[in-house]
């Protein structure tokens, strides 16, 4: 299995609800990333979370990493149906730039 | 809007020909990566440069060759296509200072392969 794996695949919830997403990795990395990407378009940037902090808010995200066990969650709450995307941690091991992407969980909001 | 543009949007081809993808990273940032994103493999890094210069290396095959230009702009050259190869192909940007820890990749709206 490669670096950066996204639990679950795919989560299905109403608008308003909260949604949460995982990630999991392998190395010692420097920091790790959120993307979100609406279908087929280029992925966009959420938030970076560095190796030595345990958890960032931005809005509505909130981002925890826990290096111990190695993973990341990705929360959002009050979900729209704008929302509705795939999203993707990515990491670098430490002293390298080859990022790896997860392949991501597919998130959709329900009006 | 990223401030990275990638052309074509949209190319499609026959297996056996050549095509040349390109890349105008955000201004300022000196690194452009190169990913593959296809159904069945998810997002796959294959190359970065940083300055001209390659940095890293992914799962980029020997039939694809990637370089940066003075400029800073950047081409992926894919050769001997594949029906395999079809996919989303995306360029990011990012500033990329050494050591900082904070690469953060802006990310253009990818070039669509379609190999038939």
């Known amino acids: 299995s490669q670096q950066g794996e996204e639990d679950p695949q795919a989560l299905s919830i109403q608008e308003g609800e909260n949604a949460t997403m995982n990630c999991s990795y392998k190395t010692s990395i420097n920091n790790l990333q959120w993307y979100r990407q609406n279908s087929g378009r280029g992925l966009v940037h959420l938030i970076l979370i560095r190796s030595n902090e345990r958890e960032k808010h931005s809005g509505r995200l909130r981002v925890t990493l826990d290096t111990s066990k190695k993973s990341s969650s990705l929360l959002i709450t009050a979900s729209r149906a704008a929302d509705t995307a795939s999203y993707f941690c990515a990491t670098a091991t430490s002293g390298t730039y080859k990022y790896i992407f997860g392949t991501g969980t597919r998130l959709k909001v329900l009006a | 809007d990223s401030g990275v543009t990638q052309t074509p949007k949209h190319l499609i081809t026959a297996t056996g020909q050549r095509v040349t993808l390109r890349c105008s990273p955000r201004s300022g940032d000196l690194s452009v990566y190169w990913y593959q994103q296809s159904l069945d493999q998810g997002l796959q890094f294959l190359i970065q440069?940083?300055?001209?210069?390659?940095?890293a290396k992914g799962n980029i095959l020997e039939r694809f060759s990637a370089q940066q230009f003075p400029d800073l702009h950047s081409e992926l050259n894919l050769s001997s296509l594949e029906l395999g190869d079809s996919a989303l192909y995306f360029c990011a940007s990012s500033v990329a200072v050494p050591g900082a820890g904070t690469d953060t990749q802006y990310f253009g709206p990818g070039t669509r392969l379609t190999v038939l």
């Open positions: 440069y940083y300055n001209g210069e390659e940095r």
